[in-house]
C-alpha cells in the first residue's frame, strides 16, 4: 500500500509536470527477496517479487540495482532445504554462508551504484 501511495503522488507530480523528478529520482533501491529451493521456484520468487517491487519503485523514480543479467531487478537468497517438525508449517533452512557470499557481492554493486554517497557498514 505504501508504494502505491508513492507512486500516486509521483504520478500527480508528474501529471502536472512530465519534467517532474521526485525526491529520489535515480537514487539505487537494491531489492533483496528469499524463498524457493530450486532454480523454477527462484524465479517464480523473482517475478512475483523482484519485478513487482522493482516496478513500483521504478513508478517512483528510483534505479534499482542490476545484480545480474539474468537478475536484473535484485537478488533473492535460496532455502537450502525444506523440512517438517510435525508443527503446521515447514521448516527453511539456509546455507548461511552462501547467502552471505552473494549479499556482501550484491551490496558491493549498491556501493558502486551510490557513487560514494552512502556507507559500507555491513
Same mark, same amino acid.
Given at each position: 500500500?505504501?508504494?502505491?501511495? /508513492?507512486?500516486? *503522488?509521483? @504520478?500527480?507530480?508528474?501529471?502536472? !509536470?512530465?519534467?517532474?523528478?521526485?525526491?529520489?529520482?535515480?537514487?539505487? %533501491?537494491?531489492?533483496?527477496?528469499?524463498?524457493?529451493?530450486?532454480?523454477?521456484?527462484?524465479?517464480?520468487?523473482?517475478?512475483?517479487?523482484?519485478?513487482?517491487?522493482?516496478?513500483? /519503485?521504478?513508478? *517512483?523514480? @528510483?534505479?534499482?540495482?542490476?545484480? !545480474?543479467?539474468?537478475?536484473?531487478?535484485?537478488?533473492?537468497?535460496?532455502? %537450502?532445504?525444506?523440512?517438517?517438525?510435525?508443527?503446521?508449517?515447514?521448516?527453511?533452512?539456509?546455507?548461511?554462508?552462501?547467502?552471505?557470499?552473494?549479499?556482501?557481492?550484491?551490496?558491493?554493486?549498491?556501493?558502486?551504484?551510490?557513487?560514494?554517497?552512502?556507507?559500507?557498514?555491513?
Amino acid at each position: 500500500m505504501l508504494l502505491e501511495k /508513492l507512486e500516486e *503522488i509521483t @504520478f500527480l507530480h508528474w501529471w502536472k !509536470d512530465n519534467g517532474y523528478r521526485s525526491e529520489v529520482y535515480g537514487k539505487p %533501491a537494491a531489492i533483496i527477496s528469499h524463498g524457493g529451493a530450486s532454480d523454477w521456484a527462484l524465479k517464480s520468487y523473482k517475478a512475483m517479487v523482484n519485478d513487482t517491487i522493482a516496478n513500483a /519503485l521504478d513508478t *517512483i523514480q @528510483f534505479k534499482t540495482v542490476v545484480y !545480474d543479467e539474468e537478475w536484473g531487478t535484485g537478488i533473492s537468497l535460496p532455502v %537450502a532445504e525444506v523440512t517438517e517438525d510435525g508443527g503446521i508449517f515447514p521448516v527453511q533452512s539456509y546455507d548461511w554462508q552462501a547467502a552471505e557470499d552473494r549479499l556482501k557481492e550484491y551490496m558491493e554493486k549498491f556501493f558502486v551504484a551510490c557513487g560514494g554517497k552512502c556507507g559500507k557498514e555491513y
